[in-house]
C-alpha cells in the first residue's frame, strides 16, 4: 500500500462534498452529485450503493461510485443468437446467469463511465492510485459476495484510460453503442440531411401534426412522475434489452433536484389533450440528453409518435443553442436515418470465481455482437461540419 495515498469506502454520496465531487467529475450534469443523489432517493430493490474514495493527505483525488444487486446478462446481451440460445437454456435452467454483480458507474443509464481521478496527479501518482482503485474494486466485490465486477458504459474515446486503471485480467466487449446528432450552426435541421431522409421528416411530420401537438412541461414531480412512469413502464416492457428497472420515485427526484435542468417533453391528442408520449430531458450548457422515453400505445401511430420525439428534440435543442443531442443507446436505424452519429460503448468484466472467470474468457464474447449500424445520412456539403461537431466533444464516431 502507498504511504501517500489512503482510501475509504461510504454508502451515500452525500458523505462526499460537493466541491470534491466537481473536482474529480467536473460540471457534467449527467455525472453530477445530484444523479447519484437521485439513485439513492429511488431507493431501488435490491441495489445497495457503494463509493470509493482516494485521498492525498486530506484531498479526495479519486472517486469511483459502485452499486451492487443481482443481475440478469441476458438484459445486456447484444447478439440476437445469443438471446434466443440463452432462453432456450433458461427453460431448463432458469436462474442461468442470474449473478450477483458489483458494478462500477451509475445504476440508472448514463453512457458514461465513472472510474476518474484528479487530474492533478503525476505520472507516478497515477500508478500508485490505480493500483489503489483496482485492488479495491476486487476486494469490495469479494466483501459483497459478487459472482463479477461490471464496468458499465465505457465510451471509445476513454477504454484505454479505464484499461489502464484496472488489472490486466479484465475482459472488454463491444456492447450497443451510443448515438448523438449534431446542430449544425446557421443549418436548421433537417437542412443537412440527405433528400429522402428529409422526405421522410416532412411525411411523418405532417401526420403528427394532424393528430398530436407538443408541451414542455418543466416540474414533473408527484402525479406526473407517476404517470410517466406507467408510460415509461410500457417502453421497457417492449424492450428486448433492460438496462435497469426504474421507479417513479426516481423520477420525482429528477425533477425535484434537477428544478431548472430538466423538463417533460408532452404530445398530446389535438382532439381530447390525452397524452401518448412523455420524454424525460436533461439540459446541459452544450447539450440535450433525452433521459428516458414513454408512450401510451395505441393504434397504429407507435412510429409517428417516436421518430416525432427525435425531430422534436433535436427542434429543442436548436431553439436553446445546444451543440448536440445525446441520445444514447439502442434504436439505431430510426435514429441514424433521423441524423444520428455512433460511438462505440464498451462493456468491462472480472471475476474470481473460476467459473464465471472461464466463462467470461470464453463464452462471454458470443453474447455481444456489435448491432448493424447505418451510414451517417448527410449530404456531401454537410458531413464533415456534423462530423466536427461531436469530435470536438471527444466523439470517436464509426459512421
Not at 411523418?204 to 414542455?216: A, G, L, N, P, Y
Not at 433492460?242 to 425535484?256: G, P, V
Not at 434537477?258 to 420524454?279: P, Q, Y
Request: aromatic share 16%; glycine share 4%.
Amino acid at each position: 500500500m502507498s504511504d501517500k495515498f489512503s482510501h475509504k469506502w461510504c454508502a451515500t454520496v452525500d458523505d462526499i462534498k460537493t466541491e470534491d465531487w466537481i473536482n474529480i467529475y467536473g460540471r457534467d450534469i449527467i455525472k453530477s452529485k445530484n444523479f447519484f443523489k437521485a439513485n439513492e432517493i429511488a431507493n431501488f430493490v435490491g441495489v445497495s450503493f457503494h463509493y470509493l474514495l482516494v485521498y492525498r493527505k486530506d484531498t479526495i483525488v479519486a472517486i469511483v461510485p459502485c452499486f451492487s444487486y443481482s443481475m440478469d446478462l441476458l438484459n445486456i446481451a447484444s447478439s440476437p443468437s445469443a438471446r434466443k440460445y440463452l432462453l432456450w437454456i433458461r427453460n431448463i435452467f432458469p436462474s442461468f446467469l442470474k449473478l450477483k454483480a458489483f458494478v462500477t458507474g451509475s445504476y440508472a443509464a448514463t453512457c458514461e463511465h465513472f472510474i476518474e481521478y484528479s487530474s492533478s496527479l503525476t505520472p507516478d501518482e497515477i500508478i500508485e492510485v490505480s493500483v489503489i482503485i483496482g485492488g479495491e474494486i476486487q476486494k469490495r466485490s469479494k466483501k459483497t459476495k459478487a459472482s463479477f465486477v461490471f464496468v458499465k458504459d465505457v465510451r471509445e474515446r476513454y477504454l484505454h484510460y479505464v484499461k489502464n486503471i484496472l488489472t490486466n485480467d479484465y475482459r472488454f466487449f463491444v456492447s450497443f453503442p451510443t448515438t448523438a446528432i449534431p446542430v449544425i450552426e446557421n443549418i436548421p435541421y433537417p437542412k443537412a440531411i440527405r433528400k429522402k431522409n428529409r422526405k421522410r421528416y416532412r411525411i411523418f411530420k405532417e401526420k403528427f401534426d394532424t393528430d398530436f401537438h407538443w408541451e414542455v412541461l418543466c416540474d414533473f414531480s408527484g402525479r406526473v412522475s407517476e404517470e410517466f412512469y406507467s408510460l415509461y413502464k410500457a417502453v421497457l416492457d417492449k424492450a428486448k434489452n433492460k438496462f435497469e428497472f426504474l421507479n417513479a420515485k426516481f423520477f420525482d427526484s429528477i425533477s425535484f433536484l434537477f428544478k431548472d435542468k430538466s423538463f417533460l417533453l408532452i404530445a398530446k391528442n389535438n382532439t381530447d389533450s390525452e397524452i401518448r408520449v412523455m420524454e424525460l430531458v436533461l439540459e446541459h450548457e452544450d447539450k440535450l440528453i433525452p433521459l428516458y422515453l414513454g408512450i401510451k400505445y395505441k393504434n397504429d401511430d407507435a412510429k409517428v409518435l417516436y421518430l416525432n420525439t427525435i425531430f422534436q428534440t433535436i427542434k429543442e435543442a436548436e431553439r436553446r443553442g445546444k451543440a448536440f443531442v445525446d441520445l444514447g443507446q439502442t434504436s439505431y436505424y430510426p435514429k441514424t436515418m433521423s441524423g444520428a452519429l455512433v460511438e462505440n460503448i464498451y462493456y468491462g468484466f472480472w471475476s474470481r470465481n473460476p467459473i464465471v472467470k472461464w466463462f467470461i474468457n470464453h463464452g462471454l464474447e458470443n453474447m455481444f455482437t456489435p448491432p448493424p449500424i447505418p451510414e451517417h445520412v448527410y449530404l456531401e456539403e454537410y458531413a464533415e461540419m456534423a462530423h466536427r461537431v461531436l469530435a470536438e466533444k471527444g466523439f470517436v464516431l464509426i459512421n
